[in-house]
């Protein structure tokens, strides 16, 4: 089981908040630094404002030497796939090969309203996500020297050459590992089964993951993929203590309850954090991306590392 750090920036943080949390990882041994994509804050003021996920990633990658970057998730609403599959590209390049590429279809109707960014429906937001995962990881594939041609219903390419190209070639399609996730039926399953690299699950129960799970394995058997091919993956809040006066500083640090937190995040004493991860990873998850609410606590991922990360690293093997 391998523990990684996802921050909200949007709920307020500055690029340099967020160096010293992607930093304090590093040193401390998380799998990765994951960041959201967003520009309007869920709640309270977000000042000083939000910060742009990809500007983010180029900056950390100059200035961290190990750990993992990504995006969970880059909304294709936000950037076109082709700018997109630059920027990916060079960050990736820029971190010598640490990128991870997560990208969902977006969904937070009020970010777009405040900054101009066309919101399409649902129907057209999902067939929008579809061929960007296609064109990016098409982009992505083509052997340097070849061109690279695509005719969608919303995005048309002609002779691209395709470049830059990320250092990470490997991914199932070609280039950084691919980051799918959501609760969708149909859609998203059939979605991962084709793109994905790792498939991941936000703030749901045993009882969800194990369903969703089922269906994207099933999604992959359909096409004759190795459901074993991918990473199984979990988010979860994060509120651990080394007593109950702990879990509740840290608990009303972020505005929650304790108790709402011990039924719907990974909240508690470190025990109590471990006994939950065995039971995701009982489920097939793999991986646990940790939501760190308060970038202001580096003591909290101290914790962690410490008393939770050793316990937990045989889980999933």
């Known amino acids: 089981m391998e523990l990684r750090v996802f921050t909200e920036p949007q709920q307020g943080a500055t690029y340099d908040d967020l160096l010293r949390v992607a930093l304090a ?6 799998g990765a630094f994951f960041r959201s994509d967003h520009y309007l ?50 960050v990736d390049q820029m971190s010598g090969g640490r990128v991870e590429f ?47 041609d695509f005719d969608g ?3 048309q390419l002609a002779d691209s050459p395709a470049l830059p190209k990320p250092v990470q070639l490997g991914g199932h399609r070609g280039g950084p590992p691919v980051l799918i996730g959501g609760l969708g039926a149909k859609k998203t399953p059939a979605l991962a089964a084709r793109y994905a690299d790792e498939f991941n699950l936000p703030f749901v129960d045993l009882e969800t993951t194990a369903l969703q799970f089922g269906r994207v394995r099933a999604a992959c058997e359909a096409i004759e993929r190795d459901p074993a ?5 979990n988010a979860l809040v994060l509120c651990v203590g080394s007593d109950e006066a702990e879990i509740a500083r840290r608990a009303a640090a972020i505005g929650r309850e304790v108790d709402e937190l011990r039924v719907n995040g990974l909240a508690g004493t470190p025990e109590e954090v471990v006994d939950k991860i065995g039971r995701y990873a009982e489920q097939g ?9 308060d970038l ?8 962690v590392a410490a008393e939770v990360m050793p316990k937990v690293g045989d889980l999933a093997d």
């Open 25 to 30: 990882a590093e040193e401390l041994g998380f």
């Open 229 to 233: 091919e991918l990473t199984w993956s």
């Open 296 to 303: 202001t606590d580096l003591d909290h991922l101290r914790l």
């Open 285 to 293: 998850a793999q991986r646990i991306y940790l939501q760190t609410l």
């Open 41 to 90: 804050t869920m709640g309270g003021d977000g000042l000083p404002g939000s910060t742009d996920a990809w500007t983010t990633l180029a900056g950390l990658a100059r200035e961290t030497s190990t750990i993992r970057l990504g995006t969970m998730m880059t909304s294709a609403t936000f950037r076109h796939p082709g700018v997109l599959a630059i920027q990916a590209a060079q």
């Open 153 to 155: 219903t919303h995005y």
């Open 102 to 148: 997560g990208i969902g279809a977006g969904w937070f109707t009020q970010e777009h309203t405040a900054y101009g960014i066309p919101f399409p429906s649902t129907k057209e937001r999902f067939e929008r996500y579809a061929e960007q995962l296609e064109l990016i990881t098409g982009l992505w594939a083509t052997p340097v020297g070849e061109t690279y």
